[in-house]
């Protein structure tokens, strides 16, 4: 064949009209999400060129002046009218940006702020030849207990990477509840997944025990993720899309123009149904709830506390919005099928949590057992299958993550020579040695507990009432006899801390410096406020409670 002939084949193969047209993408509407990516791309650059010993200040600015940034434009977003009138599907079809989106993405960047204030902490331990030490190892890639890390930590270096991969893992997080098809959820699975899984093991002390809680939650995140993508392919040979609105049509038997090539597997239940159930066990699985919750007590546990706090805030909120997501908007057609095993689910999970976190001894994992609990409290709210149902779950994820923080805040102030004293027997008579830190947290105890005047009541008590509202009366009576049970180990510390003679030996609680206080005292404000006047919050999470088609 002459050049010529292939020549004229190419040209008339390809019509010159369908040329591929450039995506529009609505940068305003994505501008929190893109404002911290910036900014993790920054503490990269600075980790490059910026020398060592301002590398901590400059990290600590750009983290919090972006977070503060991308906040401020979350609430322009909703002052616009994005969250309500203006909602609707931005960047191709990508992402939506309604009022459920832009007020999980503003817990999750506030959850992120006080992170950093935890994270930049460094007065809690003694100085180290003469440099202030943080929680984090000196070298991370050193072994624990070689010489090159006694060298490191020596020269008073820092592992000030941190602040990048937590923002990279703030900007997954922002995607995941407002994605609008399979693929980018997938994606910010991944983005927000893999920094958690560094980020658990660079403890500075006890660094084994960091590590172990690294290797385990990313060979089981790495199982779920594979559950996901696995149920993702499913659901798309199911309905020859990706797009949540495509899938939902096809789930109500509403799609029109169906492509022929894809018409002989479209509409196939078995497809459907072993598909959604795989998404949804990689979206339990990040949320904690069991049996999909076994790695939760074990990375609690090991991974550094600041770390340990914002993961269990920050996660539990992207990834149930992802869950409310894909229950209301891709399988509400569906919901016969799944409300009887989200009941189980939420049953398992809440006396689970509950019952085995009385046998705890140590302060990490009894937070982490009781963790799992309230994801089973969040999926009672899930089950209402109402516009209650998700302003509840919103409102109760708001209230937890500021908790959370400021109670695993509180964890790392309590020190003996080896680092945080997390066994319960040290801290007893911690009331009579230091008032205020016991009174503190004595507070976040009893708004886990879901006692009246503390966010947990309200909270709680909106979940129950919309379940319900909604049909679940058995659930409700469930979940009231576990935070009964969860109440019992809650006021246990409680009693331990006031009511127990201090021992000569126990340990000593550190005076820590303006950001660690700022992050417990936000904590302890938000749990009152939302305890003692909840309504305005209750309103904005019911007006934030629609999501877009």
């Known amino acids: 064949m002459s050049a010529a002939a292939v020549h004229s084949l190419w040209t008339t193969a390809v019509d010159p009209i369908d040329k591929i047209g450039a995506p529009k993408i609505e940068y305003g509407q994505l501008s929190p999400t893109l404002i911290v990516v910036g900014a993790a791309v920054i503490g990269v650059l600075i980790e490059a060129f910026v020398p060592r010993k301002s590398r901590y200040y400059a990290q600590v600015f750009v983290a919090v002046v972006a977070l503060a940034a991308a906040f401020a434009a979350v609430v322009a977003l909703a002052a616009g009218g994005y969250g309500t009138t203006k909602a609707h599907i931005a960047a191709m079809g990508a992402i939506a940006v309604d009022g459920p989106a832009l007020f999980l993405q503003g817990t999750i960047l506030l959850a992120g702020l006080l992170g950093v204030f935890t994270f930049a902490e460094r007065r809690l331990d003694p100085e180290a030849h003469g440099n202030?030490?943080?929680s984090f190892a000196a070298q991370a890639a050193s072994v624990p207990g070689s010489d090159s890390e006694k060298a490191a930590v020596k020269a008073g270096f820092t592992t000030t990477e941190v602040f990048p991969l937590l923002l990279f893992a703030i900007a997954g997080m922002l995607v995941f509840p407002s994605a609008n098809d399979l693929l980018t959820l997938f994606v910010a699975l991944e983005v927000f997944s893999l920094p958690l899984y560094l980020l658990c093991a660079v403890a500075r002390r006890k660094r084994l025990m960091s590590q172990e809680a690294a290797v385990k939650y990313f060979l089981l995140g790495a199982f779920a993720s594979a559950f996901t993508l696995f149920g993702i392919a499913l659901l798309y040979g199911y309905a020859g899309s990706?797009?949540?609105?495509?899938?939902a049509q096809v789930v109500d038997g509403t799609v029109q123009n169906v492509d022929p090539a894809l018409a002989g597997t479209m509409g196939n239940d078995a497809l459907l149904l072993i598909g959604a159930a795989m998404l949804a066990m990689g979206l339990?699985?990040?949320?904690?709830?069991?049996?999909?919750?076994?790695?939760?007590?074990?990375?609690?546990?090991?991974?550094?506390?600041?770390?340990?706090?914002?993961?269990?805030?920050?996660?539990k909120v992207a990834a149930f919005g992802a869950l409310l997501r894909l229950l209301y908007v891709v399988l509400p057609g569906l919901r016969w099928d799944w409300r009887p095993v989200m009941w189980a689910v939420a049953i398992v999970t809440m006396l689970g949590g509950a019952i085995v976190a009385i046998t705890q001894t140590d302060i990490k994992r009894l937070l982490a057992y009781s963790s799992i609990a309230h994801a089973g409290f969040i999926l009672a709210g899930v089950i209402a299958?109402?516009?209650?149902?998700?302003?509840?779950?919103?409102?109760?994820?708001?209230?937890?993550?500021?908790?959370?923080?400021?109670a695993f805040a509180v964890v790392t102030l309590v020190r003996d020579a080896g680092g945080e004293a997390t066994h319960l027997s040290k801290w007893a008579g911690l009331g009579r040695r230091s008032p205020l830190v016991a009174a503190v947290f004595a507070v976040f105890l009893?708004?886990?507990?879901?006692?009246?005047?503390?966010?947990?009541?309200?909270?709680?008590?909106?979940?129950f009432k919309a379940a319900a509202e909604g049909g679940a009366s058995a659930l409700v009576v469930v979940g009231v006899i576990s935070s009964a049970i969860a109440a019992f180990f809650y006021i246990r510390v409680i009693v331990l801390m006031f009511f127990s003679e201090p021992r000569s030996e126990g340990p000593t609680v550190a005076v820590p410096s303006p950001l660690t206080m700022t992050a417990i005292g936000v904590g302890v404000a938000v749990t009152l406020v939302l305890g003692v006047a909840p309504q305005y919050f209750l309103d904005l999470a019911s007006q934030a409670g629609v999501f877009v088609r």
């Open 132 to 134: 202030r030490v943080d």
């Open 242 to 247: 990706v797009s949540y609105a495509t899938i």
């Open 284 to 315: 339990l699985f990040k949320v904690g709830a069991v049996p999909f919750h076994m790695w939760t007590p074990d990375v609690y546990q090991g991974a550094p506390t600041p770390v340990t706090g914002f993961m269990a805030a920050a996660t």
């Open 385 to 406: 299958t109402s516009p209650d149902g998700v302003s509840s779950v919103l409102f109760y994820l708001g209230a937890y993550s500021f908790v959370t923080i400021g």
């Open 446 to 463: 009893l708004a886990f507990a879901g006692i009246p005047l503390t966010s947990g009541f309200a909270g709680k008590f909106a979940v």
